[in-house]
């Protein structure tokens, strides 16, 4: 979760509750999580560039955050066999807070799913009406 000079934190970092499809409380507390272990571990000790905010891995297994999420850990690596079994696993999983004695893993990296943008199709969106769609700009302001 820490390397020199950086730090994992909310969804960066997977910290998404994914049968509640929450994730804002989660990526909050761990952003106040990296935040107090950027304070005693670079700041206070001078802030020196590159230096490593390590306790925050400690913090993180001591939080809220991290027991909420081990519960429902092997949740996303069910859906990759189907989806019913994926919903089965996950209501089970729901039901008993988690407790099973192991971790299923995943069947690949996320970065293996991407394809090279010469093999991907341009998505062509149509153009804001001003009644119901609306360009970045005007949404914003």
């Known amino acids: ?44 000790k001078g802030g020196e560039h590159g230096k490593e905010a390590t306790s925050y891995r400690k913090r993180y297994e001591n939080s809220w955050v991290h027991k909420e999420l081990k519960q429902v850990r092997n949740c996303r690596p069910a859906f990759a066999k189907n989806f019913y079994y994926g919903m089965l696993y996950t209501g089970a999983a729901t039901v008993i807070n988690g407790i099973e004695p192991w971790t299923l893993q995943h069947h690949h990296k996320d970065h293996e799913t991407l394809k090279p943008i010469a093999q991907s199709k341009e998505i062509e969106y149509p153009k804001p009406d001003g009644k119901l769609t609306f360009d970045l700009l005007t949404n914003h302001s």
Do not use: R, W
Request: hydrophobic share 50%.
């Open 1 to 44: 979760l820490s390397f020199p000079g950086g730090l994992l934190v909310g969804d960066c970092a997977g910290f998404l509750n994914l049968p509640k499809i929450k994730g804002n409380h989660t990526a909050m507390k761990s952003g106040m999580l990296a935040a107090e272990a950027v304070i005693e571990d670079v700041l206070s």
